[in-house]
C-alpha cells in the first residue's frame, strides 16, 4: 500500500517529522505499520477505538509500503531522533532491529503499568520474542504458513470428508495422492504458489516449511547470520521434490501473488499455500466455498512457517508520560484483539480479562 495521503500533507505529518525533522504536538501518538488490504482495514478500526477512548487528535497513523522500505524508513526516522512513539514489526525484523539499537527493551514496570504481565499472554508467542532474557516486543498475533482448498474440485477429486473438511493427508505418499487426484480433476495445477514477479517470501515459506518437516532438519543460519549451518542433503532433497510436482504439472511453474491464490478461486487448482491473512480475500470472492488448515504432514513431523506481528518501541527520548502513553495505546490494541482476530491470525492474549480474548 502507498503511503496515506495525509502523510504527505506536510512537515507536521508523521513522514515529514521523520524525514524533514518538523515538530508535531507532543500530546499525539504517532504510529507507524505496514497492514494493507483486510489487514489494514481491520488495523484502522482498532485505531479509532483508540481515538474514541482518548479524544480527536490524539493518534496519527501511517501506512508505509511493506516489507524492506518500511524498515528502512523505521531505521532512518530513529537514526534521526524522529521515530513514531510505537510502530509494528514482524518478530523477524524486531531482534535484528534490537542488535542494531534502533528500538527498546520493554520492562515488567512497563506492562505493569497499564495492568499487563507475562501471564496475560499465550506462553509461545511471548518466549519467541525474549532476547536475551529481555522483552523486545509484545506480540499481536501469529501468523502461520496455511493451506487453502476449494471445497468442489477437492469434493470431485475424493479428499473431502462428510463434515467437508479436507481428509487427513499423512505423509508423502498421501499427499501425491492427493495432488495427482486434483490434477486429473483441473487439467492441471493441483496447488499453486506465488513465486514471480519479485515474489521471494513465498517459496521461501513453502521450502521452509517442508524442510522443517524433515527430522534432523538444522537452522538455515546461525550465529547472528555467520554460519551457513542449513543440511545441504535435506536441503537438496527438499528441493528436488518440490521440482518434481513442478514437472509433474502438479505445482505452477510461475505465477504472480494474485494469479496464484485466482486459481484455487477459479477452480483451476485445488489447493493454494499462503498466509491465512489470504482468508479475507477468499471470503470476498461471491460463491466460492472453501477451506482453510494446516500444511499436511508431508515428512516426519508437523511444521509451517510462521512469523508474528508484533508492537516494537523505537528508541528516542520519552518522558515516563510519553512511555505511558505508548503502554497505553499497545494496551488498547490488545483489548481488540478479536477484530484483528477476524483476518484468522491468533490473538496473543491467554486468558480472559476485561475485553481481551482467550487466544491460543
Not at 485445488?270 to 470476498?284: F, H, K, P, V
Request: aromatic fraction near 10%; glycine fraction near 10%; hydrophobic fraction near 40%.
Amino acid at each position: 500500500m502507498a503511503l496515506a495521503a495525509t502523510a504527505l500533507a506536510g512537515c507536521s505529518s508523521p513522514v515529514g517529522a521523520g524525514l524533514f525533522g518538523s515538530q508535531l504536538d507532543p500530546s499525539t501518538l504517532v504510529f507507524w505499520n505496514l497492514f494493507a488490504g483486510g489487514d489494514g482495514a481491520r488495523m484502522q478500526a482498532m485505531e479509532a477505538g483508540y481515538g474514541k477512548t482518548y479524544g480527536p487528535g490524539s493518534l496519527q497513523a501511517t501506512t508505509f509500503a511493506w516489507g524492506n522500505p518500511y524498515y528502512t524508513k523505521v531505521t532512518l526516522a530513529t537514526v534521526g531522533n524522529k521515530p513514531p512513539d510505537v510502530a509494528v514489526s514482524h518478530l523477524t525484523r524486531a531482534k535484528p532491529l534490537r542488535d542494531g539499537d534502533i528500538i527498546e527493551d520493554i520492562t515488567d514496570a512497563d506492562l505493569a503499568s497499564v495492568g499487563l504481565s507475562l501471564s496475560d499472554f499465550a506462553t509461545k508467542p511471548w518466549k519467541a520474542q525474549v532476547t536475551d532474557g529481555r522483552t523486545v516486543a509484545i506480540p499481536l498475533d501469529t501468523h502461520p504458513f496455511v493451506l487453502f482448498f476449494n471445497s468442489e474440485v477437492c469434493r470431485r477429486a475424493g479428499l473431502l470428508g462428510a463434515d467437508g473438511d479436507l481428509k487427513e493427508l499423512q505423509g508423502l505418499e498421501d499427499f501425491e495422492a492427493a495432488l495427482k487426484a486434483i490434477s486429473a480433476v483441473t487439467g492441471g495445477a493441483a496447488i499453486t504458489v506465488a513465486n514471480v514477479g519479485g515474489e521471494t517470501a513465498t517459496p521461501w515459506r513453502l521450502f521452509w516449511t517442508l524442510y522443517n518437516q524433515r527430522q534432523g532438519a538444522t537452522p538455515f543460519i546461525s550465529g547472528g547470520g555467520t554460519k551457513l549451518t542449513v543440511d545441504e542433503d535435506l536441503f537438496v532433497d527438499t528441493v528436488t521434490r518440490i521440482q518434481s510436482w513442478v514437472r509433474k504439472g502438479w505445482l505452477n511453474k510461475g505465477l504472480d501473488y494474485a494469479t496464484a491464490q485466482t486459481y484455487m478461486f477459479t477452480g483451476k487448482a485445488g489447493m493454494y499455500l499462503q498466509g491465512e491473512w489470504e482468508i479475507s480475500t477468499a471470503q470476498s470472492v461471491k460463491g466460492l466455498h472453501f477451506g482453510m488448515t494446516r500444511i499436511p504432514t508431508v515428512y516426519d513431523r508437523p511444521a509451517a512457517q510462521a512469523d508474528s506481528h508484533c508492537f516494537i518501541i523505537p528508541r528516542k527520548k520519552r518522558t515516563d508520560e510519553q512511555r505511558h502513553q505508548v503502554m497505553l495505546f499497545i494496551k488498547k490494541m490488545l483489548e481488540q484483539s478479536m477484530t484483528w482476530a477476524e483476518g484468522a491470525t491468533s490473538p496473543p492474549i491467554s486468558r480472559s480479562r476485561e475485553a481481551r480474548p482467550i487466544g491460543i
